[in-house]
């Protein structure tokens, strides 16, 4: 996925807490302020999953997708 989210949207999207991502900030993941909107590049949080994938194979974006369409059926 292309482009910026918000903190709730991003939080969404990684299926996490926005507590829990709020922790992934602190521990480095990127993100960009504007005018006090927080905003995380997609692909900054799949790379900040990705470095933590036991297997380099598996795509952090196919996995939160997998999760969405499990979500959406439900």
Do not use: C, H
Not at 3 to 28: C, F, P, Q, V
Request: glycine share 6%; charged share 25%.
């Amino acid at each position: 996925m292309k482009g910026y989210a918000r903190l709730k949207t991003a939080s969404e999207y990684a299926n996490i807490s926005k507590s829990t991502l709020r922790n992934w900030i602190k521990d480095g993941l990127k993100y960009t302020k504007i005018r006090g909107t927080m905003l995380l590049k997609y692909s900054d949080i799949d790379n900040y999953i990705n470095q933590f994938s036991d297997d380099p194979g598996i795509k952090s974006s196919a996995i939160v997708d997998d999760v969405i369409n499990d979500l959406s059926f439900n």
